[in-house]
């Protein structure tokens, strides 16, 4: 039987093929539709959660890559919307048609981790994740306040 930690609880799949997407097992194995899917070829990073903290494409990552390694998807960011960068994105009404978001918050919340205080090249060259709204100003001025209130933690 496999079994995945996803925001801090184990989770057996049965007999899930190890070839499965970690996205669509996410999304339909255990119900955490939070994560999007948008082009499927690590080319767009709608899909982007946590493995060990590290950003990846929940699209090109499979079941069997996952291994012992812990996932964090949008639901376990924070329990309450309380992550620095949720509070951000908020505050800087980033969304427009919001699909790309979660991707975005993802990404935006791996990088703060190991980057502290991000220029817009360091911004511009990591937040490769595209918006088709075109919120990339607004995303830049969320992870700017956010990264502050992470500096102060
Ligand atoms: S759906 Fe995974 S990167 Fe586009
Ligand atoms: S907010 Fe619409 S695609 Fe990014």
Do not use: F
Request: aromatic letters at 4%; proline letters at 4%.
């Amino acid at each position: 039987m496999t079994s995945i930690n996803v925001n801090g609880k184990v989770h057996d799949l049965g007999d899930v093929p190890d070839d499965t997407p970690l996205l669509w097992v996410l999304r339909d194995q255990l119900g955490l539709t939070g994560t999007k899917y948008g082009c499927g070829i690590a080319e767009c990073g709608i899909c982007t959660v946590h493995l060990d903290g590290v950003a990846v494409q929940s699209c090109i990552t499979q079941l069997s890559e996952v291994g012992d390694s812990k996932v964090t998807t949008i639901e376990g960011l924070s329990e309450d919307g309380s992550h620095p960068v949720q509070k951000a994105w908020k505050q800087h009404g980033v969304p427009q048609c919001g699909y790309c978001q979660v991707g975005q918050m993802m990404m935006a919340a791996a990088m703060l981790e190991s980057n502290h205080d991000p220029s817009d090249d360091d911004i511009d060259g990591e937040m490769w994740n595209i918006c088709r709204c075109g919120t990339y100003p607004r995303i830049r001025a969320a992870i700017k306040t956010a990264a502050k209130e992470m500096q102060t933690r």
